[in-house]
């Protein structure tokens, strides 16, 4: 006996059911469809906005981020005839994969703290991207900067309106003049060290190391004990910065009033004048020339300063911010002709919406320093103002920088050293300029 087959007819139902099934599916993938669009388009515009106010995701950012190997072999698959013999193709998916990264995420896989940067505030301060790198091993290390532990800032958000942030003492006035001048214990702790020696160190003359000729002149260099006007502000948003060596103590972040950044900014001013170019340097020291001072609000300050210097000194054409940098010697130091260089990093801020007129300064003044004094610098560095200032009173003048020289281990002696080849650099470019506009007023 057969077993009984039971069959199930489900008639219309089957056919409705089906439809339902159809609908169901057709609706999922429009669903899915959509968001893969909106996500896509999203995406887009978000690298659109990006790309228009940071270099990360420029052709210079690009060309920095990877190797150059790499992009020697994308230039010559686009440009026939631009290959270099005997040079192999050169693509690393580590290198690619590390900028893709970055440009979509703003997060740096060198760096594992930039994994936390977006959610903890102050984190990402010192955030970077590379724009142009200097010609040393290791040059992708970007620069670090530390708050003073024992700062007294208050809360960020309690800015003042401009013009209003402190006061400061001397003149009557309330504000200081653009000599920068320091209070009278602090000129006298410091003493003969505003010419920028250390006890027992010595430095030599501008000009008198690589490349350099004869009483720190430059081709061409007028040489004049007087010159017929200002031509350099130089300035420290961060005055008290200073050295282990100098101090004789190894701290997270050394800070003296005394022997600190200064010393180099009165170095540079002197060097310049000997090659004929007026130059102030202004050593204010904020923390004791601001009422309520805050960390935080540095270029607040340094900004009033500035714009005040420019309204007394109307032919003030080059600016320059004088830092050292937080990160140790291994990453500041470059030995040149059998002597140790502190090393610059140039940072040019992306808050200023003309950044690239800045760095195409910082370009001329890193591509002569790489010349004269191969290794000398790490390289142009742009920050971001997304959790840091990020301006730094840069759209101030097109022709205004900060310039990082050398660590907290770098000695006095190794950062007057590369603070002399600053000074021929920037007056051989200063001279040339010079050539130029007679010419064109001719």
């Known amino acids: 006996m057969k077993p009984p087959i039971l069959t199930w007819n489900l008639g219309k139902g089957s056919r409705r059911l089906k439809q339902l099934l159809v609908t169901g599916r057709m609706f999922a993938l429009l669903s899915v469809g959509s ?44 440009v026939p005839g631009t290959e270099t013999a005997g040079t192999p193709a050169s693509f690393s998916t580590k290198q690619m994969g590390a900028f893709l990264v970055r440009v979509l995420t703003d997060i740096n896989p060198h760096d594992p703290k930039s994994l936390l940067a977006t959610e903890y505030p102050g984190m990402a301060s010192d955030n970077t991207v590379l724009i142009r790198p200097g010609e040393v091993a290791g040059a992708d290390v970007e620069p670090e900067d530390n708050q003073p532990i024992h700062d007294g800032s208050d809360d960020p958000g309690d800015l003042e309106p401009d013009g209003q942030a402190g006061e400061f003492p001397g003149d009557g006035s309330g504000r200081p003049g653009p000599e920068g001048e320091q209070p009278a214990e602090e000129k006298t702790e410091q003493g003969d060290g505003a010419a920028g020696q250390a006890d027992g160190e010595t430095t030599p003359p501008v000009g008198a190391e690589a490349g350099g000729t004869d009483e720190g002149k430059t081709d061409g260099t007028p040489n004049s004990s007087a010159p017929k006007r200002n031509s350099v502000f130089i300035y420290h948003s961060h005055a008290r910065e200073s050295w282990n060596p100098v101090l004789g103590k ?148 097109p022709e205004s920088l900060l310039i990082e020289v050398g660590g907290i281990d770098n000695t006095l002696e190794e950062s007057n050293r590369t603070i002399d080849a600053l000074a021929k650099v920037i007056a051989g470019l200063y001279w040339k300029d010079e050539k130029v506009n007679a010419k064109v007023a001719s």
């Open 35 to 78: 968001m893969v669009m909106v996500l896509v388009i999203g995406i887009g515009l978000m690298i659109q906005q990006k790309s228009q106010t940071s270099p990360v995701s420029s052709m210079k950012g690009f060309a920095a981020s990877v190797s150059g190997g790499t992009f020697a072999s994308m230039l010559a698959m686009e």
């Open 250 to 397: 190894n701290v997270t972040d050394p800070q003296s009033t005394a022997k600190n950044i200064s010393l180099l900014g009165k170095r540079l001013e002197q060097k310049l004048e000997e090659q004929g170019i007026g130059a102030i340097a202004s050593a204010t020291d904020y923390p004791s020339a601001i009422k309520s001072y805050k960390w935080v609000l540095s270029y607040k300050y340094s900004k009033k300063t500035v714009t005040e210097a420019m309204a007394q000194h109307k032919d003030l054409q080059y600016f320059f911010d004088i830092h050292r940098d937080s990160q140790k010697r291994k990453y500041t130091t470059a030995t040149i002709g059998g002597k140790d260089y502190a090393q610059v990093f140039f940072i040019v801020g992306h808050g200023n919406p003309n950044w690239e007129k800045n760095e195409a300064f910082a370009s001329q003044i890193h591509e002569a320093l790489e010349k004269a004094y191969p290794g000398i610098s790490r390289g142009i560095w742009g920050k971001s103002s997304k959790n840091g200032n990020g301006e730094y009173n840069q759209s101030l003048s």
